[in-house]
């Protein structure tokens, strides 16, 4: 069975990109799920609760995904 070559493919929730764009395009990832994250929870975020829950939303379901991850990128320039 042959093997297909990518440029980029996801693994295990990272999307792993060939060269150096690699953090780049894992980053804008992590951005757009993060969206996507805030998006399915906007009745809650955007609705006229207490501060406080909307702060308790944000960080136990949109800060996690967002940075997941995170702490195995390494620091470039």
Not at 6 to 35: C, F, M, P
Not at 45 to 55: D, E, F, S, V
Request: hydrophobic content about 40%.
């Amino acid at each position: 069975m042959p093997v297909d070559v990518v440029d980029n493919y996801i693994y295990l929730g990272h999307k792993i990109t060939l060269g150096i764009e690699n953090q780049t395009a894992e980053v804008e990832r992590r951005i757009s799920q993060a969206w996507a994250a805030f998006g399915a929870n906007k009745r809650i975020m955007r609705g006229k609760l207490h501060l406080k829950i909307n702060a308790k939303v944000f960080e136990q379901c949109i800060m996690p995904v967002f940075t997941y991850g995170t702490e195995t990128m390494s620091l470039t320039k």
